[in-house]
Protein backbone atom coordinates (compact mmCIF):
# COMPACT_ATOMS: atom_id res chain seq x y z
CA UNK A 1 0.00 0.00 0.00
CA UNK A 2 2.96 2.33 0.88
CA UNK A 3 3.83 1.42 -2.63
CA UNK A 4 1.02 2.43 -4.28
CA UNK A 5 1.08 5.72 -2.68
CA UNK A 6 4.58 6.55 -3.28
CA UNK A 7 3.51 6.22 -7.02
CA UNK A 8 0.53 8.30 -6.56
CA UNK A 9 2.93 11.01 -4.88
CA UNK A 10 5.02 10.77 -7.64
CA UNK A 11 2.49 10.82 -10.37
CA UNK A 12 1.58 14.71 -8.56
CA UNK A 13 5.04 15.46 -9.09
CA UNK A 14 6.09 14.68 -12.59
CA UNK A 15 2.20 16.26 -13.30
CA UNK A 16 3.68 19.24 -11.54
CA UNK A 17 6.44 19.12 -13.55
CA UNK A 18 4.76 18.71 -16.78
CA UNK A 19 2.37 21.87 -15.81
CA UNK A 20 5.12 24.43 -14.69
CA UNK A 21 8.43 23.53 -16.28
CA UNK A 22 8.81 25.57 -19.63
CA UNK A 23 11.95 23.73 -21.21
CA UNK A 24 11.99 20.06 -22.03
CA UNK A 25 14.38 17.90 -23.50
CA UNK A 26 12.75 14.02 -24.00
CA UNK A 27 14.87 11.29 -24.30
CA UNK A 28 14.66 6.97 -24.71
CA UNK A 29 16.87 4.27 -25.01
CA UNK A 30 19.27 3.69 -27.92
CA UNK A 31 18.00 1.10 -30.65
CA UNK A 32 14.49 2.84 -30.07
CA UNK A 33 11.62 0.34 -30.21
CA UNK A 34 7.36 1.10 -31.31
CA UNK A 35 7.14 1.96 -27.40
CA UNK A 36 10.14 4.68 -26.82
CA UNK A 37 9.17 5.90 -30.17
CA UNK A 38 5.41 6.14 -29.69
CA UNK A 39 5.93 7.79 -26.20
CA UNK A 40 8.20 10.33 -27.17
CA UNK A 41 5.92 11.19 -29.86
CA UNK A 42 2.81 11.33 -27.76
CA UNK A 43 4.99 13.26 -24.72
CA UNK A 44 6.13 15.61 -27.31
CA UNK A 45 2.61 16.28 -28.43
CA UNK A 46 1.32 16.41 -24.38
CA UNK A 47 3.99 19.27 -23.88
CA UNK A 48 3.32 20.97 -27.02
CA UNK A 49 -0.03 21.29 -26.23
CA UNK A 50 0.89 22.82 -23.00
CA UNK A 51 2.88 25.27 -24.76
CA UNK A 52 6.32 23.99 -23.69
CA UNK A 53 9.45 24.40 -25.32
CA UNK A 54 10.05 20.60 -26.18
CA UNK A 55 12.76 19.27 -27.83
CA UNK A 56 13.22 15.07 -28.84
CA UNK A 57 17.06 13.80 -29.06
CA UNK A 58 18.18 10.64 -30.66
CA UNK A 59 21.41 9.95 -31.27
CA UNK A 60 22.92 9.74 -35.25
CA UNK A 61 23.61 5.98 -34.66
CA UNK A 62 19.79 5.49 -33.77
CA UNK A 63 18.85 7.24 -37.71
CA UNK A 64 17.68 7.01 -39.65
CA UNK A 65 14.83 4.62 -37.94
CA UNK A 66 14.52 1.37 -38.95
CA UNK A 67 11.74 0.91 -41.73
CA UNK A 68 8.56 0.39 -40.40
CA UNK A 69 9.11 3.15 -37.60
CA UNK A 70 9.37 6.30 -40.35
CA UNK A 71 6.18 7.13 -40.68
CA UNK A 72 6.38 8.87 -37.43
CA UNK A 73 7.10 12.88 -37.86
CA UNK A 74 9.34 13.62 -35.36
CA UNK A 75 8.76 17.38 -34.71
CA UNK A 76 11.81 18.88 -33.14
CA UNK A 77 13.78 16.36 -33.47
CA UNK A 78 17.86 16.85 -32.40
CA UNK A 79 20.68 14.83 -32.71
CA UNK A 80 22.97 15.89 -30.02
CA UNK A 81 22.17 17.17 -26.59
CA UNK A 82 21.37 21.01 -26.82
CA UNK A 83 23.40 23.72 -25.16
CA UNK A 84 21.15 24.84 -22.62
CA UNK A 85 20.44 21.20 -21.63
CA UNK A 86 21.60 22.74 -17.90
CA UNK A 87 17.95 24.58 -18.09
CA UNK A 88 15.83 21.58 -19.50
CA UNK A 89 13.66 19.21 -17.69
CA UNK A 90 14.66 15.88 -19.18
CA UNK A 91 12.12 13.33 -19.31
CA UNK A 92 13.78 9.88 -19.85
CA UNK A 93 10.69 7.85 -21.53
CA UNK A 94 10.76 3.55 -21.94
CA UNK A 95 14.46 3.79 -20.56
CA UNK A 96 14.95 1.33 -18.03
CA UNK A 97 18.44 2.14 -17.45
CA UNK A 98 20.36 5.24 -17.89
CA UNK A 99 23.75 3.46 -19.46
CA UNK A 100 20.85 2.24 -21.99
CA UNK A 101 21.58 6.20 -23.47
CA UNK A 102 24.94 7.00 -23.88
CA UNK A 103 23.89 10.43 -26.07
CA UNK A 104 23.11 12.31 -22.80
CA UNK A 105 25.84 13.42 -20.34
CA UNK A 106 24.27 15.11 -17.30
CA UNK A 107 25.35 17.78 -15.27
CA UNK A 108 24.51 17.22 -11.26
CA UNK A 109 21.56 18.66 -10.71
CA UNK A 110 19.64 18.12 -13.75
CA UNK A 111 15.99 17.53 -13.38
CA UNK A 112 15.54 13.99 -14.63
CA UNK A 113 12.16 12.60 -15.17
CA UNK A 114 12.49 8.93 -15.01
CA UNK A 115 8.87 7.62 -16.75
CA UNK A 116 9.03 3.93 -17.66
CA UNK A 117 6.96 0.36 -17.04
CA UNK A 118 10.77 -2.13 -16.75
CA UNK A 119 10.02 -3.55 -13.29
CA UNK A 120 14.11 -3.59 -13.15
CA UNK A 121 14.31 0.39 -13.70
CA UNK A 122 17.14 1.47 -11.91
CA UNK A 123 15.61 5.06 -10.94
CA UNK A 124 18.49 6.90 -11.80
CA UNK A 125 15.84 9.70 -11.85
CA UNK A 126 15.64 13.12 -9.87
CA UNK A 127 11.63 11.89 -10.02
CA UNK A 128 11.20 7.90 -10.73
CA UNK A 129 7.63 7.40 -12.35
CA UNK A 130 8.13 3.57 -12.81
CA UNK A 131 4.24 1.44 -13.29
CA UNK A 132 5.35 -1.95 -13.72
CA UNK A 133 2.12 -3.24 -14.20
CA UNK A 134 1.29 -1.03 -17.38
CA UNK A 135 1.78 -2.80 -20.54
CA UNK A 136 3.72 -0.25 -22.38
CA UNK A 137 5.41 3.57 -21.18
CA UNK A 138 2.85 4.50 -24.02
CA UNK A 139 -0.14 3.53 -21.06
CA UNK A 140 2.00 5.80 -18.83
CA UNK A 141 1.93 8.61 -21.41
CA UNK A 142 -1.27 7.85 -22.15
CA UNK A 143 -2.71 8.38 -18.35
CA UNK A 144 -0.47 11.44 -18.23
CA UNK A 145 -2.66 12.72 -21.15
CA UNK A 146 -6.11 12.03 -19.63
CA UNK A 147 -4.95 13.40 -16.27
CA UNK A 148 -4.30 16.85 -17.69
CA UNK A 149 -7.09 16.23 -20.26
CA UNK A 150 -5.62 17.06 -22.63
CA UNK A 151 -7.39 15.61 -26.48
CA UNK A 152 -4.48 13.67 -28.23
CA UNK A 153 -3.84 14.80 -32.18
CA UNK A 154 -4.50 12.06 -34.30
CA UNK A 155 -0.70 11.93 -34.49
CA UNK A 156 -0.62 11.18 -31.17
CA UNK A 157 -3.04 8.60 -31.15
CA UNK A 158 -1.56 6.78 -33.72
CA UNK A 159 2.16 7.10 -31.44
CA UNK A 160 0.21 5.74 -28.58
CA UNK A 161 -1.75 2.70 -30.09
CA UNK A 162 2.00 1.84 -32.32
CA UNK A 163 3.72 1.68 -28.30
CA UNK A 164 0.85 -0.29 -26.82
CA UNK A 165 0.71 -2.80 -29.88
CA UNK A 166 4.95 -3.31 -30.11
CA UNK A 167 4.86 -3.91 -26.45
CA UNK A 168 2.10 -6.35 -25.90
CA UNK A 169 3.02 -8.19 -29.04
CA UNK A 170 -0.58 -7.36 -30.40
CA UNK A 171 -2.45 -7.93 -26.94
CA UNK A 172 -1.36 -11.50 -27.12
CA UNK A 173 1.78 -10.77 -24.15
CA UNK A 174 1.24 -11.46 -20.60
CA UNK A 175 1.70 -7.53 -19.73
CA UNK A 176 -2.00 -7.31 -21.80
CA UNK A 177 -4.74 -6.07 -19.22
CA UNK A 178 -7.90 -4.56 -19.19
CA UNK A 179 -6.07 -1.20 -19.28
CA UNK A 180 -3.99 -1.81 -22.83
CA UNK A 181 -8.11 -2.72 -24.53
CA UNK A 182 -9.18 0.22 -22.89
CA UNK A 183 -6.42 2.43 -24.40
CA UNK A 184 -7.08 0.97 -27.73
CA UNK A 185 -11.00 1.02 -27.55
CA UNK A 186 -10.12 4.73 -26.60
CA UNK A 187 -7.84 5.58 -29.11
CA UNK A 188 -9.68 3.54 -32.30
CA UNK A 189 -12.66 5.60 -31.25
CA UNK A 190 -10.36 8.24 -31.72
CA UNK A 191 -10.03 7.73 -35.56
CA UNK A 192 -6.69 5.55 -35.16
CA UNK A 193 -6.71 3.19 -38.33
CA UNK A 194 -6.11 0.03 -37.23
CA UNK A 195 -5.56 -1.83 -40.32
CA UNK A 196 -3.01 1.22 -41.60
CA UNK A 197 -1.03 1.02 -38.75
CA UNK A 198 -0.87 -2.94 -38.83
CA UNK A 199 0.03 -2.82 -42.61
CA UNK A 200 2.91 -0.37 -41.89
CA UNK A 201 4.62 -2.28 -39.00
CA UNK A 202 4.05 -5.77 -40.14
CA UNK A 203 3.81 -6.11 -44.02
CA UNK A 204 5.28 -3.81 -46.24
CA UNK A 205 7.94 -5.62 -45.66
CA UNK A 206 11.62 -5.22 -47.26
CA UNK A 207 12.86 -8.94 -48.62
CA UNK A 208 15.98 -9.18 -47.33
CA UNK A 209 14.37 -9.06 -43.82
CA UNK A 210 12.73 -12.48 -45.27
CA UNK A 211 16.25 -13.96 -46.70
CA UNK A 212 17.18 -13.07 -42.87
CA UNK A 213 14.35 -14.76 -41.30
CA UNK A 214 15.33 -17.74 -43.54
CA UNK A 215 19.16 -17.75 -42.34
CA UNK A 216 18.19 -17.71 -38.48
CA UNK A 217 15.82 -20.66 -39.09
CA UNK A 218 18.27 -22.34 -40.53
CA UNK A 219 21.02 -21.74 -37.41
CA UNK A 220 18.52 -22.71 -34.95
CA UNK A 221 19.77 -25.65 -32.40
CA UNK A 222 17.96 -26.63 -29.41
CA UNK A 223 19.79 -27.34 -25.56
CA UNK A 224 18.70 -29.38 -23.01
CA UNK A 225 15.89 -31.03 -24.56
CA UNK A 226 14.15 -27.89 -26.02
CA UNK A 227 14.38 -25.47 -23.01
CA UNK A 228 16.69 -23.63 -24.89
CA UNK A 229 15.72 -22.83 -28.10
CA UNK A 230 19.12 -20.85 -29.94
CA UNK A 231 19.74 -19.16 -33.26
CA UNK A 232 22.27 -17.15 -34.22
CA UNK A 233 23.32 -14.87 -36.81
CA UNK A 234 26.75 -13.43 -38.06
CA UNK A 235 27.56 -10.18 -39.52
CA UNK A 236 28.55 -11.88 -42.69
CA UNK A 237 24.94 -13.63 -42.93
CA UNK A 238 24.18 -9.89 -42.35
CA UNK A 239 25.45 -8.78 -45.05
CA UNK A 240 24.92 -12.07 -47.24
CA UNK A 241 20.91 -11.12 -46.82
CA UNK A 242 21.38 -7.81 -47.47
CA UNK A 243 19.80 -7.00 -44.30
CA UNK A 244 20.38 -3.92 -41.62
CA UNK A 245 20.47 -4.68 -37.89
CA UNK A 246 16.99 -3.90 -37.69
CA UNK A 247 15.75 -6.62 -40.02
CA UNK A 248 16.47 -9.08 -36.80
CA UNK A 249 13.18 -7.82 -35.03
CA UNK A 250 10.37 -10.29 -34.84
CA UNK A 251 12.64 -13.03 -35.86
CA UNK A 252 13.00 -14.32 -31.82
CA UNK A 253 9.00 -15.02 -31.61
CA UNK A 254 9.31 -17.92 -33.69
CA UNK A 255 12.05 -19.27 -31.64
CA UNK A 256 9.78 -18.81 -28.67
CA UNK A 257 6.87 -20.71 -30.49
CA UNK A 258 8.61 -23.92 -30.84
CA UNK A 259 6.91 -26.53 -28.54
CA UNK A 260 8.88 -27.42 -25.48
CA UNK A 261 11.05 -24.05 -25.46
CA UNK A 262 10.77 -22.00 -22.21
CA UNK A 263 13.91 -19.81 -23.34
CA UNK A 264 14.46 -18.65 -26.84
CA UNK A 265 17.64 -16.76 -27.80
CA UNK A 266 18.24 -14.64 -30.71
CA UNK A 267 22.11 -14.21 -31.00
CA UNK A 268 23.20 -11.37 -33.78
CA UNK A 269 27.20 -10.49 -33.82
CA UNK A 270 26.98 -6.73 -34.38
CA UNK A 271 27.94 -5.56 -37.44
CA UNK A 272 31.67 -3.63 -38.47
CA UNK A 273 33.18 -1.43 -38.22
CA UNK A 274 31.44 -0.05 -34.67
CA UNK A 275 31.91 -3.23 -32.96
CA UNK A 276 32.95 -6.03 -34.43
CA UNK A 277 33.35 -9.84 -32.59
CA UNK A 278 30.47 -8.65 -29.95
CA UNK A 279 27.40 -9.78 -29.62
CA UNK A 280 23.85 -8.64 -29.27
CA UNK A 281 21.58 -11.02 -26.93
CA UNK A 282 17.82 -11.07 -26.99
CA UNK A 283 15.82 -13.50 -24.28
CA UNK A 284 12.50 -14.53 -24.12
CA UNK A 285 10.97 -16.86 -21.67
CA UNK A 286 7.65 -18.46 -22.44
CA UNK A 287 5.98 -18.73 -19.68
CA UNK A 288 7.07 -17.46 -15.60
CA UNK A 289 9.03 -20.29 -14.85
CA UNK A 290 12.38 -18.17 -15.93
CA UNK A 291 12.93 -14.79 -15.49
CA UNK A 292 14.97 -14.39 -18.56
CA UNK A 293 15.92 -9.82 -17.16
CA UNK A 294 17.71 -11.47 -14.30
CA UNK A 295 19.87 -13.88 -16.54
CA UNK A 296 20.16 -10.54 -18.73
CA UNK A 297 21.27 -8.67 -15.83
CA UNK A 298 23.74 -11.08 -14.85
CA UNK A 299 25.78 -9.09 -18.04
CA UNK A 300 24.73 -6.12 -17.65
CA UNK A 301 21.89 -5.70 -19.11
CA UNK A 302 18.30 -5.54 -18.35
CA UNK A 303 14.56 -5.99 -19.11
CA UNK A 304 10.92 -7.57 -18.37
CA UNK A 305 10.55 -10.90 -16.41
CA UNK A 306 9.63 -12.46 -20.23
CA UNK A 307 11.28 -10.31 -22.41
CA UNK A 308 15.27 -8.73 -22.49
CA UNK A 309 18.74 -8.57 -23.81
CA UNK A 310 21.56 -7.24 -23.23
CA UNK A 311 25.28 -6.93 -25.31
CA UNK A 312 28.54 -9.11 -24.66
CA UNK A 313 32.33 -9.37 -25.64
CA UNK A 314 31.61 -13.91 -24.92
CA UNK A 315 32.19 -15.87 -27.77
CA UNK A 316 29.49 -18.15 -29.15
CA UNK A 317 30.44 -21.23 -27.28
CA UNK A 318 31.15 -19.56 -23.88
CA UNK A 319 27.68 -17.77 -24.42
CA UNK A 320 25.55 -20.83 -25.24
CA UNK A 321 27.03 -22.60 -22.08
CA UNK A 322 26.65 -19.59 -19.47
CA UNK A 323 22.81 -19.52 -20.90
CA UNK A 324 22.35 -23.22 -20.73
CA UNK A 325 23.88 -22.77 -16.81
CA UNK A 326 21.71 -19.80 -16.27
CA UNK A 327 18.44 -21.58 -17.80
CA UNK A 328 19.21 -24.69 -15.87
CA UNK A 329 20.26 -22.96 -12.06
CA UNK A 330 16.45 -21.29 -12.65
CA UNK A 331 14.56 -24.02 -13.50
CA UNK A 332 16.48 -26.10 -10.98
CA UNK A 333 17.81 -28.73 -13.43
CA UNK A 334 20.92 -30.11 -13.98
CA UNK A 335 22.19 -28.98 -17.29
CA UNK A 336 21.93 -31.84 -19.68
CA UNK A 337 25.26 -33.51 -20.11
CA UNK A 338 25.74 -34.38 -22.93
CA UNK A 339 27.26 -31.50 -24.81
CA UNK A 340 26.30 -31.95 -28.18
CA UNK A 341 22.90 -29.48 -29.46
CA UNK A 342 20.45 -31.30 -31.36
CA UNK A 343 20.25 -29.42 -34.53
CA UNK A 344 16.17 -28.61 -35.93
MN1 LIG B 1 8.40 -0.44 -23.39
Known amino acids: VSGEHDLSATRAAILAHLREDRLF???SHENPDGDALGSLVAMHGLLSALGKDVQILISPGDLPLPYEYRFFELEDLIQAPPGDVGQRTVVFLDCGNIDRNSAVALGDGAHLLNVDHHHDNTRFG?????????????EIVWGLLRELEIAATPAVAEALYVGLITDTGRFMYENTGPGAHEMAAELIAGGVDVQGVYRRLYEEMPMPKLALLAQALLNTRRFDSGALTLATLSAEEFRQAGAEESYSEGII???????????AVLIREL????SRGTHKVSLRATDGEVDVSAIARAQGGGGHRRAAGFSTALGLEELSSFLRREIAAQLD????QHPAASVV
Open 25 to 27: LLV
Open 253 to 263: DHLRAVQGTKV
Open 333 to 336: RAVD
Open 126 to 138: TLNYVVSEASCTA
Open 271 to 274: TPPQ
